[in-house]
Structures are given as structure tokens and as C-alpha cells.
């Protein structure tokens, strides 16, 4: 696959005249080993750009490479260079690009799709079936000195955007992602489970896109904290309205007729729809049944604390933590005919979907892949303008040489956005 953008294999004369350093690169070797090394150059193709490399963000994904020692089930079978989430200078272009310079200053557009696939076909190209995606296994990742990749992948970043910025583009163009799936307008009230860097940025897009309320909540209360104090370059005030700690849900069965959840109750007023099949019988209670109970408790508490009523829930939820739980409580609060979006990669399946509760309300239940046409440059514009202030995201900066240590400082948690300084 990645012989279809990079076909040429000799370098250009004028590539080998710059007499380049060493491209140092943060090399997985196999899970949980990374070497920094020196690696071939790339190759500059005639449709390319050559850029050094200035930052690059590490994030879920890479510790899930890390750690895994492959994606998606795929392990790695030779050394492969690690990230996706950089910008850079050019530093040489190919013969036959007309857009760039040297010295312009661009990001990276990891995914290069295939554009043969059924997927593609489509329009759908961050579903492709076969993509090149950096640093996943078979495509040489960002997280080196140098990089080469088609010019098209690479838009422009105004001056007054710094580097350290500039290599959270990625993930505000995945948060653009999640602004189109989720179909987000003004004057929604949107829920956002997880406080982590995606879920942050999806409330910093949801501002920017006008919501009337922004809530969110996660499980760790330093994270939480950090959330408070996330402050809009719009008004100078915190973005989110509300704010809190959650905590798993039990599964021993619930005692709260007090509150006025029974079990097993109508999730909705809107009631059973036409043509269901109603089981009358007793049965038993299953784990799904008990957890459901004690999400429309949570999900009754939620309401209360960002001071909504339960008619009114939430027009959009933002499910960014993974967790099972947070996905039930997300699927309860939401108002009929909200948007659920499934963002948090948690386990590889869970055992509970509320089917009814899903029906009766009519949502629509979506998933996000990465990033579509148009996210780089709406997030580039993003920070250009200044509606989205990404900078204090960044908690901590490494040396490319630094970069296991990058890595453990994801894995710790304590860490929102870490950025590897590529030239340091
Ligand atoms: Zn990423
Ligand atoms: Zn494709």
C-alpha cells in the first residue's frame, strides 16, 4: 500500500545537496521497546514535501501501540518509526509541486487512504479499507527528524501558530470529527464523558460551535479539576458549566424506589413503541437490567447537578472515556431524539447495550474514525483565529530523545497533552 504514494526510491539530487543529520527517529521494536535510532531518510517524491519535523503529539493510540506492540490486533514485525500527530518546515519539495515552498510551515495529515477501495469510492476515505496510516504497522510514522509525505497531506499553518500548537492539530481535527458526527449546533447542551485531551478539545469545538451548555464529567478528580479550569478564549470564562466526578456503577441490584427509578420501568415517557413484543413473565434479573437501574439513578443525579430536568436531558452526548458505564449513563440522559457518539476506545466489547432505551428515545447512536475532508483545515483555522486555545492542553514537553519517557508520561495519566520537541 504504501508503495502507491511513494514509488520512487532514489532520492532527488537536490535532497541528498542539503547533507541532512542522522533522521533520529523513536523506533518501536517490539511492545514496550523503543529505541531512538538513526533511519533511512524518506524519500522525497515528485508529488512531495520533505519536512523537519518541530513537534509531534503523543497520545491513546501510540500508547496503545506502545504497549500492545502493534495495533489492532496487527503486532509488529520489523522496526517501525512511531506517531502521527506533527507539523513541521519544509525543507525541499518535489518536481512537480506547484502549492509548496521551503520554509513553509505545515501539519501532518497522518492517514493517506488509498482512494481504490469501496470506502473511498464512496467519499469516505478515513474508512478506507486500506490506508497508510503513520506509525501504524507498515507506515512509517512522525516521530523522527525528518518526513516525507504527498504535499496535499500537508496545509499550511500560519506564523503566529507556534509549534508546540501546531502539533496538537491532529487531535482538534479529530475533535472537528466528532463536531460533524455528532452534528453539533448552537444552543445544544452537550455531555461530554471522559476529561482526558479528546474530551477537552470536543468541549473546547462545542463552544466554539455556540452550545448553550457544556457539561462534563470522568472518573479521576485532578482531571476533573483541570476540566474547571479550562478557560474559553472567547469569554474568559471556563468552558464547561458543570463539572464532576463519576464513579463506576454497581451491580448488586438497586433499592431505590425512593427516588423514583423503579426497575425495570418505562426508560421514556414516549413508552413501548408500536409493534414491540412485550414480555409480561417475570424474569430474572440480568446484570444488564441491574446496571441499567442504577445508570437512570446516575443518570437522575447528572441532570440535577448541571441543573437540567429529566424532559430536558442533553441534545448531544460525547461518550470520550471508553468505559461501559459512562456509555449507559451517556445513553440515559440523553433527550429523545439526542445524538449518542461513541468516541472512548474501552474494551473490546461490552455485555450491555440499552436496546430499548435506544429505540424509545429514537437516537441516533454513532461511531467516529479519525478524521474527514476538511477537519485539518477547520482546526488549522481554529487556532488561527483564536476561538480554540489549545496551549494550555500541553502539560508536559520531551526531547525527541526523551521520547520513552514521552510515552510512560501518557501512560501515567497524570499528563493531559504531551508534546516530543522533534529538533531537541
Ligand atoms: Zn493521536
Ligand atoms: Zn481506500
Redesign the pocket.
Given at each position: 500500500m504504501s508503495a502507491f504514494h511513494f514509488p520512487e526510491k532514489t532520492q532527488p539530487p537536490h535532497v541528498a545537496a542539503l547533507n541532512l543529520p542522522p533522521n533520529t527517529s523513536c523506533v518501536l521494536l517490539k511492545k514496550q521497546t523503543i529505541s531512538v535510532e538513526p533511519c533511512p531518510l524518506p524519500i522525497l517524491q515528485p508529488d512531495g514535501v520533505l519536512v523537519k519535523v518541530m513537534a509531534t503529539g503523543i497520545c491513546g493510540s501510540d500508547l496503545h501501540n506502545y504497549l500492545a506492540g502493534g495495533v489492532g490486533g496487527r503486532p509488529v514485525t520489523e522496526p517501525l518509526v512511531m506517531g502521527h500527530e506533527s507539523a513541521g518546515e519544509v525543507i525541499a519539495v518535489g518536481d512537480r509541486v506547484m502549492t509548496h515552498k521551503v520554509g513553509d510551515r505545515v501539519a501532518v495529515e497522518p492517514g493517506l487512504?488509498?482512494?481504490?477501495?469501496i470506502?473511498?469510492k464512496s467519499g469516505r476515505?478515513n474508512i478506507?479499507?486500506?490506508?497508510h496510516y503513520c506509525g501504524a504497522p507498515g507506515s512509517v510514522g512522525s516521530l523522527s527528524r525528518f518526513f516525507a509525505l504527498p504535499a496535499d497531506m500537508a496545509p499550511h499553518i500560519p506564523a503566529h501558530v507556534s509549534w508546540d500548537e501546531a502539533g496538537c492539530i491532529q487531535p482538534l481535527a479529530i475533535g472537528v470529527q466528532i463536531g460533524k458526527r455528532a452534528d453539533l449546533r448552537a444552543h445544544q447542551t452537550v455531555a461530554i464523558f471522559g476529561c482526558g485531551p479528546i474530551g477537552l478539545i470536543a468541549g473546547a469545538v462545542a463552544h466554539a460551535y455556540s452550545a448553550r451548555r457544556i457539561i462534563a464529567c470522568d472518573i479521576n478528580p485532578a482531571r476533573v479539576e483541570f476540566a474547571r479550569k479550562y478557560i474559553s478564549p472567547l469569554t474568559g470564562k471556563p468552558i464547561f458549566d458543570h463539572v464532576f466526578v463519576n464513579k463506576a456503577l454497581p451491580s448488586t441490584p438497586v433499592k431505590v424506589e425512593a427516588a423514583g427509578h423503579k426497575q425495570g420501568a418505562d426508560p421514556t415517557p414516549a413508552g413501548i413503541a408500536d409493534g414491540e413484543i412485550v414480555e409480561a413473565d417475570e424474569h430474572e434479573e440480568s446484570l444488564g437490567d441491574i446496571k441499567w437501574a442504577h445508570a437512570e439513578v446516575a443518570a437522575a443525579r447528572f441532570l440535577e447537578e448541571a441543573g437540567l430536568s429529566a424532559e430536558m436531558g442533553v441534545d448531544r452526548v460525547i461518550e470520550a472515556s471508553g468505559a461501559e458505564d459512562c456509555g449507559l449513563i451517556g445513553v440515559a440522559i440523553a433527550k429523545q431524539g439526542a445524538t449518542y457518539l461513541a468516541v472512548g476506545l474501552g474494551h473490546m466489547q461490552t455485555n450491555i447495550f440499552p436496546t430499548i432505551a435506544v429505540t424509545c428515545k429514537e437516537l441516533d447512536v454513532k461511531g467516529i474514525t479519525r478524521y474527514t475532508a476538511s477537519c485539518f483545515p477547520s482546526a488549522i483555522d481554529m487556532l488561527a483565529r483564536g476561538v480554540v486555545d489549545i496551549k494550555p492542553l500541553i502539560t508536559k514537553k520531551y526531547t525527541l530523545a526523551e521520547s520513552r519517557d514521552a510515552f510512560e508520561a501518557v501512560r501515567s495519566g497524570r499528563e493531559i497533552k504531551v508534546i516530543v520537541k522533534n529538533q531537541e
Amino acid at each position: 500500500m504504501s508503495a502507491f504514494h511513494f514509488p520512487e526510491k532514489t532520492q532527488p539530487p537536490h535532497v541528498a545537496a542539503l547533507n541532512l543529520p542522522p533522521n533520529t527517529s523513536c523506533v518501536l521494536l517490539k511492545k514496550q521497546t523503543i529505541s531512538v535510532e538513526p533511519c533511512p531518510l524518506p524519500i522525497l517524491q515528485p508529488d512531495g514535501v520533505l519536512v523537519k519535523v518541530m513537534a509531534t503529539g503523543i497520545c491513546g493510540s501510540d500508547l496503545h501501540n506502545y504497549l500492545a506492540g502493534g495495533v489492532g490486533g496487527r503486532p509488529v514485525t520489523e522496526p517501525l518509526v512511531m506517531g502521527h500527530e506533527s507539523a513541521g518546515e519544509v525543507i525541499a519539495v518535489g518536481d512537480r509541486v506547484m502549492t509548496h515552498k521551503v520554509g513553509d510551515r505545515v501539519a501532518v495529515e497522518p492517514g493517506l487512504p488509498c482512494r481504490r477501495c469501496i470506502n473511498c469510492k464512496s467519499g469516505r476515505m478515513n474508512i478506507c479499507l486500506d490506508q497508510h496510516y503513520c506509525g501504524a504497522p507498515g507506515s512509517v510514522g512522525s516521530l523522527s527528524r525528518f518526513f516525507a509525505l504527498p504535499a496535499d497531506m500537508a496545509p499550511h499553518i500560519p506564523a503566529h501558530v507556534s509549534w508546540d500548537e501546531a502539533g496538537c492539530i491532529q487531535p482538534l481535527a479529530i475533535g472537528v470529527q466528532i463536531g460533524k458526527r455528532a452534528d453539533l449546533r448552537a444552543h445544544q447542551t452537550v455531555a461530554i464523558f471522559g476529561c482526558g485531551p479528546i474530551g477537552l478539545i470536543a468541549g473546547a469545538v462545542a463552544h466554539a460551535y455556540s452550545a448553550r451548555r457544556i457539561i462534563a464529567c470522568d472518573i479521576n478528580p485532578a482531571r476533573v479539576e483541570f476540566a474547571r479550569k479550562y478557560i474559553s478564549p472567547l469569554t474568559g470564562k471556563p468552558i464547561f458549566d458543570h463539572v464532576f466526578v463519576n464513579k463506576a456503577l454497581p451491580s448488586t441490584p438497586v433499592k431505590v424506589e425512593a427516588a423514583g427509578h423503579k426497575q425495570g420501568a418505562d426508560p421514556t415517557p414516549a413508552g413501548i413503541a408500536d409493534g414491540e413484543i412485550v414480555e409480561a413473565d417475570e424474569h430474572e434479573e440480568s446484570l444488564g437490567d441491574i446496571k441499567w437501574a442504577h445508570a437512570e439513578v446516575a443518570a437522575a443525579r447528572f441532570l440535577e447537578e448541571a441543573g437540567l430536568s429529566a424532559e430536558m436531558g442533553v441534545d448531544r452526548v460525547i461518550e470520550a472515556s471508553g468505559a461501559e458505564d459512562c456509555g449507559l449513563i451517556g445513553v440515559a440522559i440523553a433527550k429523545q431524539g439526542a445524538t449518542y457518539l461513541a468516541v472512548g476506545l474501552g474494551h473490546m466489547q461490552t455485555n450491555i447495550f440499552p436496546t430499548i432505551a435506544v429505540t424509545c428515545k429514537e437516537l441516533d447512536v454513532k461511531g467516529i474514525t479519525r478524521y474527514t475532508a476538511s477537519c485539518f483545515p477547520s482546526a488549522i483555522d481554529m487556532l488561527a483565529r483564536g476561538v480554540v486555545d489549545i496551549k494550555p492542553l500541553i502539560t508536559k514537553k520531551y526531547t525527541l530523545a526523551e521520547s520513552r519517557d514521552a510515552f510512560e508520561a501518557v501512560r501515567s495519566g497524570r499528563e493531559i497533552k504531551v508534546i516530543v520537541k522533534n529538533q531537541e
